[in-house]
Every structure is written in C-alpha cells, then in structure tokens.
C-alpha cells in the first residue's frame, strides 16, 4: 500500500492544505518557520522524501500534514479501485432501479418469511399484511361465483403479482383487487398511476 500511495502523490499536480492549518499551526508559527513547513510539503509531494529540520515544531507540524495527505491519498486509491470495479460489473445501477430491486425483494421475503407481516384469509391462505382481508376475501367470494375458484397454487401466484404492484405504489395492490371485483375479471392487474406522480410507502421494508 506504500508504494501505491507514493505513486498517487507523486502522480498529482496539486494537494490539499485544508484551512485550519492555519488556526491550528501556521498562525502560532514564525514566517521563517511556515517558509520551512511548505518547503518540506511540496518537496515532499513532490519525491516522497521528507526534508529533515532541527526544528521540533516544524517536526511535529510537517508529520501531522504528512499523515493527512498519505490518508487522502489512501481514500482517492480505495475509491478508484471501487470505481473500476463497478465498471467491470457494467457500472453502478441507476437509482431508481436499485430501489426497485430492493423493494421487491423485501417485499417477497416479507410476504413469504415474516410472520409478523402476515396474516390469513377466511380460507387460512397466508397473505402480507398489506392486503386488506376483507377486500382479498371479496376477490375469492368473486372467482368461486363465476366458476374460478382459487386454489393454493393459484392463490400464492396472485399474492406474488400484488406484491410486484404494492412495491411500485403503497395500495396498489388493493386497488387491483378491488378493481378485479367490480369487473368480475379472474385476473388480477396492475392499476394505471400517473407518470408524474410518485409515492412513498409508509411500510418501513417497502421502501428500503
């Protein structure tokens, strides 16, 4: 990691000096004394050899600086070797994109794995809490009456559609249920929201 470092200040036209340098040291320092301390600095950043001094205030200060700037150096090669790895996984993924991937998939494991977001239906089918049980029961009462009964198979396919639907908009998934109800319809449908509006749901693991 040494060796790294030397390259990435030495490879830099420039380095920081932050601006409490100057309440903290330079300010308490004689002229001759801070000429001293940017001498050793630049000479360093510019060999990686630091200038020896009789003076042990100059000692103290330069060794403080000195740190700073190999620990600089330290984060900018920690984020560069970062950023080409994301480059080798086709770069960092879109915002949006991550949030929605995330969503979906706490919201599969909640649905399936949490007891604490779950509950049953009159037919003790396992649901996510964020469907209104009247409402699902509404849509099984529905298929049995038009001759499409719900099976547990069948069930646990409609549960994984509403759960795509709620990860994109909080009550989509009882909107969708309630609009398969008043249409008679089998299937369950993702509910037609406006491009410029955007919502977030107030469960915790929906949004995460």
Same mark, same amino acid.
């Given at each position: 990691?040494?060796?790294? $470092?030397?390259?990435?200040?030495?490879?830099?036209?420039?380095?920081?000096?932050?601006?409490?340098? #100057?309440?903290?040291?330079?300010?308490?320092?004689?002229? =001759?004394?801070?000429?001293?301390?940017?001498? $050793?600095?630049?000479?360093?950043? *510019?060999?990686?050899?630091?200038?020896?001094?009789?003076?042990?205030?100059?000692?103290?200060? *330069?060794?403080? *600086?000195?740190?700073?700037?190999?620990?600089?150096?330290?984060?900018?090669?920690?984020?560069? =070797?970062?950023?080409?790895?994301?480059?080798?996984?086709?770069?960092?993924?879109?915002?949006?994109?991550?949030?929605?991937?995330?969503?979906?998939?706490?919201?599969?494991?909640?649905?399936?794995?949490?007891?604490?977001?779950?509950?049953?239906?009159?037919?003790?089918?396992? *649901?996510?809490?964020?469907?209104?049980?009247?409402? #699902?029961?509404?849509?099984?009462?529905?298929? &049995?009456?038009?001759?499409?009964?719900?099976?547990?198979? $069948?069930?646990?396919?409609?549960?994984? +559609?509403?759960?795509?639907?709620?990860?994109? +908009?909080?009550?989509?998934?009882?909107?969708?249920?309630?609009? &398969? $109800?008043?249409?008679?319809?089998?299937?369950?449908?993702?509910?037609?929201?406006?491009?410029?509006?955007? &919502?977030? &749901?107030?469960?915790? #693991?929906?949004?995460?």
């Amino acid at each position: 990691m040494e060796e790294e $470092i030397k390259k990435e200040i030495i490879g830099k036209a420039g380095f920081p000096l932050y601006v409490d340098y #100057w309440e903290k040291y330079f300010s308490q320092m004689s002229d =001759k004394q801070v000429k001293e301390c940017l001498k $050793i600095i630049f000479h360093f950043n *510019i060999n990686f050899e630091v200038l020896r001094s009789d003076d042990l205030a100059v000692k103290m200060v *330069i060794n403080t *600086i000195i740190d700073n700037l190999k620990r600089d150096a330290q984060k900018r090669i920690k984020q560069s =070797k970062a950023s080409r790895a994301n480059g080798l996984l086709g770069g960092r993924p879109r915002k949006n994109e991550a949030n929605t991937s995330k969503s979906k998939q706490k919201a599969t494991k909640s649905a399936g794995n949490n007891s604490k977001n779950e509950s049953k239906d009159d037919c003790g089918i396992i *649901i996510p809490d964020f469907i209104d049980v009247k409402t #699902w029961n509404n849509f099984v009462k529905m298929r &049995s009456e038009i001759k499409k009964p719900i099976t547990n198979s $069948i069930a646990k396919a409609c549960v994984e +559609k509403l759960i795509n639907f709620e990860s994109k +908009k909080i009550g989509n998934a009882n909107l969708s249920l309630q609009n &398969s $109800i008043a249409g008679g319809y089998q299937g369950l449908f993702e509910p037609k929201t406006s491009n410029n509006y955007q &919502s977030q &749901s107030p469960l915790g #693991w929906l949004n995460k």
